[in-house]
């Protein structure tokens, strides 16, 4: 791994993302500073907007690396206008103050609504399958466009400043008894309600993981990666979903299974990012 971060910033930090992170830090012995609109339990925490220059620089007071997690989560969760501007402005703030500082690696929470299926209002499909990095994408709503603006963000960031910056493209998080009990029932009684999402998912103690990792592993320059479990929350096979939902996509190999259709290369080779916490078929 690369040096380990003495402390690390967490925006965003009273989410679910980021209260996962937190624990993890915690565990770890690694000191925090959570910035949020709310209070926050952290050892350091700075309460305010991550879209505001002054109050992200008086957050990023001796931090080492940023786990920058802050965003309206969904289209739907605020106007086209506030979702799309209030996102991408609070990523390029955050960035540029921490490039600004000399802060030397940022993992920022991208989404795998950057695809542009999640939230699109007709069905789309992707290029081919499984899906990774280089696939095209194809937003038409302001959440999966921020998202793909928050990617181009940090590529300029890492070229301006030098740091390493990984944007983490994550499916639907969540735990047992959580969402992925619901979400899993659903796909068994509707699988087409998550053809948009792959059915993909991701426990949220792996997902801090991955950002955990994001900031550690030993890499250079800027990389977009998709973190998902290696299975889906539905409980019938892979390739019939596709068969019936994805039908006329391109299909580079099989899928054993519930293998779930997106290649996690990046995430092993770049991050040495496996899931731990999977969703265990007997709870559906």
Known sequence: MADTPRRVLVTGAAGRLGRATL???AELGVEATALDREPTDADRAVVGDAGDPATVRRALAGVEAVLHFAAIPAPTLGTPAEVYCGNTRATFVVLEEAG???????????SLSVTGMPWAAKPLHPAYLP????LPLQNEDPYGLSKEADEATGA????????AVVALRYPLLGGPGDKFDDTAARYADDPGSGAAELWTYLDDRDAARAAWL????PLTGY????????????????EELLDRFHPDVE???????????IDLTAAESLLGFRARHLFAAAAR
């Open 23 to 25: 624990a993890l830090l």
């Open 223 to 238: 990389h977009a990666v998709f973190v998902t479990a290696p299975d889906t929350l539905a409980p019938q096979p892979t």
């Open 156 to 163: 300029m960031m890492a070229r301006r400043f030098g740091m």
């Open 100 to 110: 600004q500082l000399g802060v030397p690696r940022v993992a920022l929470a991208s």
């Open 214 to 217: 994001a900031v550690t592993a």
């Open 251 to 261: 299909r580079r190999r099989r899928f054993e299974g519930r293998e779930a259709p």
């Open 131 to 134: 899906i990774d990095e280089r």
